[in-house]
Every structure is written in C-alpha cells, then in structure tokens.
C-alpha cells in the first residue's frame, strides 16, 4: 500500500532562517506530488506541484522553492522566512491521471 | 467569485441528528468531485467521491447537481465522532491540482 511520509510534524523558525521541509512517497512510482499551505481557518492553498523529476510547476509567487530530486520526493525550502510564511505545510501524492490525492500528516510551521 | 465555495458553520447538531452541507463551484466544465474531512490540526483525509447518480456510503450520502454546481453532503445519525471539517474539493480539466473549499465545521454535541 502508499504512504506518504511528512517531517517535522511542527517547527518554530525565527524570521530569517531557512527552511527545508521534506515529503517521501512509499509504495508507488511516478506520483504527481503537491504542496499545499493552510492558514489558520482558511482553505488550502495549492504552492507547488509536480508530474516528476525536476520538474515544479509553482502557482502562486513567494517566498518559498520546491525541488523534486527524485521520483517520490518533493522538498519545500525558503532562504529566508517571513512572518507570513507561518501555517499548516501540507505534502499530497496522487497517480497521474488520477483525481483524489492523498496527504501527509503536515508541518505546523512558526515563524517568529 | 470564489471557485468552490462552502458555509463555514459551525453547525451544531444533537448526537443522532441528520445534518446537510452544501458547496457551489464556479466552473461548469469541472470533472471530479470529492469530500474530504479534516479533523482540528490534522491533515485532510478523502471521505468520499461525488457521483453524478448520487452514492452513498454508511451514514454518508453525496449528491451532485451538475446543471446548478453544486454538491451535498449529507451525515444521518451523527456521532460524536463525526465532529470535524467537510472540506468539498473539485477537479478542473487542465488542471493538475485539487481546488479545495474552506470547510464547513460541523460539531455533534451529546
């Protein structure tokens, strides 16, 4: 069966620092792989995607990077966080061509 | 005009109650359609998918109105445990990624 691995489950960073957010994907080859970012008692905001390796599609400008560098890993960095980048990071896989995607158990992220 | 959008609650309902969500989204030519239930500091885990007939899972029954966009959730006999957030999710043609609404919050009160 999938699974989806997602680390740190919660992080507090100071304003400034980098970051590096990790996402592995067990048990299928050639997912398409997503980051999502929630805010506090908002909807999810698609961040990045991905169909596969080196290859990121971003859908909203930021302060944040996605890499892919291999097939069922997705990577979500910042040089240097904002304030603004505080909220729930949120990894998902789904099957190419398929509809429901599948997600991790999210990084709460405090930038301070 | 948002893409998918839901009335946030909360709803507040009595153990063994029925209770009906409903979404509206903007885009005629969506293809797939989802709910999704999201448990506080969790991430979002698929519930069930939303077929034109209609399908029912269990106490979970999903009803989609493509003519007028819109899709129901609706929960018979509610348990404590039922208590989360619905999200409604949708797929678009040309589009790789799920478009998520922001949730209805339900909490099943003893």
């Known amino acids: 069966s999938q699974t989806i691995h997602q680390w740190p489950a919660t992080l507090v960073q100071p304003v400034g620092s980098p970051l590096s957010l990790e996402c592995t994907v067990e048990?299928?080859?050639?997912?398409?792989l997503y980051w999502y970012r929630q805010a506090a008692g908002r909807g999810l905001q698609l961040l990045f995607y991905?169909?596969?390796?080196?290859?990121i599609s971003s859908e909203v400008p930021q302060n944040l990077s996605a890499s892919r560098p291999q097939d069922r890993q997705f990577i979500l960095s910042s040089k240097k966080l904002l304030l603004s980048d505080s909220g729930f990071y949120l990894c998902?896989?789904?099957?190419?061509?398929?509809?429901?995607?599948?997600f991790g158990q999210g990084t709460r992220l405090t930038v301070v | 005009r948002k893409e998918v959008e839901q009335d946030p609650g909360p709803f507040n309902v009595p153990e063994g109650a029925t209770v009906a969500f409903n979404c509206t989204y903007s885009?005629?030519?969506?293809?797939?359609f989802f709910w999704y239930r999201q448990d506080c500091r969790k991430e979002p885990k698929l519930l069930m998918s939303?077929?034109?007939s209609g399908n029912e899972d269990g106490r979970f029954t999903a009803q989609l109105n493509r003519a007028s966009q819109y899709i129901s959730l609706l929960i018979r006999d509610s348990k404590l445990s039922d208590s989360a957030t619905y999200l409604c999710?949708?797929?678009?043609?040309?589009?790789?990624?799920?478009?998520f609404g922001s949730g209805t919050r339900l909490q099943v009160q003893p």
């Open positions: 998902a896989w789904s099957v190419q061509g398929g509809a429901e995607a599948f």
């Open positions: 048990g299928t080859s050639n997912p398409n």
């Open positions: 939303v077929y034109s």
């Open positions: 885009n005629s030519a969506s293809q797939s």
């Open positions: 999710v949708v797929k678009d043609p040309g589009r790789r990624a799920l478009t």
């Open positions: 991905s169909v596969g390796i080196g290859q």
